[in-house]
């Protein structure tokens, strides 16, 4: 089983920036893909990146292109995202998950990531 714990959510202004990370433990030799979803209340979690971990490609929303950046360091065993131009549409909570196969593009469906953080919160004010 595999442990993910996301944290840095915070509440930040409009245009401003905002770094989440996602530490994995247990059984992360088992991990393919990871990825940061979103979810606004009443509505469907949707990813917004996402990376293959054994071979470093990345996956975007083309609403996030751009501004955010999704990155590994398999030496800590973390994931961040780093979040620019944050907009008023941008807060949710926000997840990490990980899956045991590859996947070649976006979108994924969150049904088939196994894994999953108990989610941070972030908020933007105008």
């Known amino acids: 089983q595999v442990q993910l714990v996301e944290s840095g959510g915070a509440s930040v202004q409009a245009g401003g920036s905002l770094r989440l990370s996602c530490a994995a433990s247990?059984?992360?030799?088992?991990?393919?893909?990871m990825a940061w979803f979103r979810q606004d209340p009443g509505k469907e979690r949707e990813g917004v990146a996402g990376?293959?971990?054994?071979?470093?490609?990345?996956y975007y929303a083309d609403t996030e292109k751009g501004r955010f950046t999704i990155v590994q360091d398999n030496t800590k065993n973390t994931l961040t995202l780093q979040m620019n131009s944050l907009k008023p549409e941008d807060p949710a909570t926000y997840y990490c998950?990980?899956?045991?196969?590859?996947?070649?593009?976006?979108?994924?469906?969150?049904?088939?990531?196994?894994?999953w953080g108990q989610g941070t919160q972030v908020t933007v004010s105008s």
């Open positions: 998950a990980a899956a045991s196969r590859h996947y070649l593009s976006y979108p994924w469906s969150p049904t088939t990531f196994p894994y």
């Open positions: 247990d059984n992360i030799y088992s991990i393919y893909f």
């Open positions: 990376i293959n971990t054994r071979g470093g490609s990345t």
